[in-house]
């Protein structure tokens, strides 16, 4: 007998979408990304019609922490008290760029703050 697969549901039917909100930034971010710039994460894309500056070198610290709060983990439980989150630029004095403190927050749990 021919052991058969079930189908795997796919990983965007599985998470939630998020936000992520840039909350400090220390130098100046070579992206071009502002205090309160937010990137909106829905479904499988980056949704670049309501989203301000992207930067892809940030998305090497904050994919675990997206996923994990895509996937609904309660960051209170492992011990974590917030949702900030560095990019990979140390900023001054060790680079001519800048550091950004990013938050990831679940879209439905989102207030919609303006940041402009």
């Known amino acids: 007998m021919r ?3 079930k ?3 796919s990983v965007v039917k599985l998470t939630q979408d998020v936000v992520v909100i840039a909350r400090e930034i220390k130098g100046k971010c070579a992206a071009g990304i502002k205090p309160g710039d937010k ?3 829905e479904g499988a894309n980056i949704n670049l019609e309501k989203s301000d500056c992207v930067c892809g070198y940030a ?3 904050l994919m675990p922490v997206i996923f994990a709060i895509r ?4 960051f209170k439980k492992l011990g974590l008290e917030g949702r ?3 990019c990979v630029d140390p900023g001054p004095p060790y680079t001519e760029g800048g550091t950004v403190l990013f938050e990831v927050i679940p879209l439905k749990d989102f207030k919609g703050e303006d940041s402009k």
């Not at 996937?71 to 309660?74: K, N, Q, T």
Request: a neutral charge.
């Open 3 to 5: 052991n058969e697969r």
């Open 7 to 9: 189908p795997v549901r």
């Open 39 to 41: 990137i909106y994460l």
């Open 59 to 61: 998305f090497q610290n």
């Open 71 to 74: 996937l609904g983990v309660d």
């Open 84 to 86: 900030l989150w560095q």
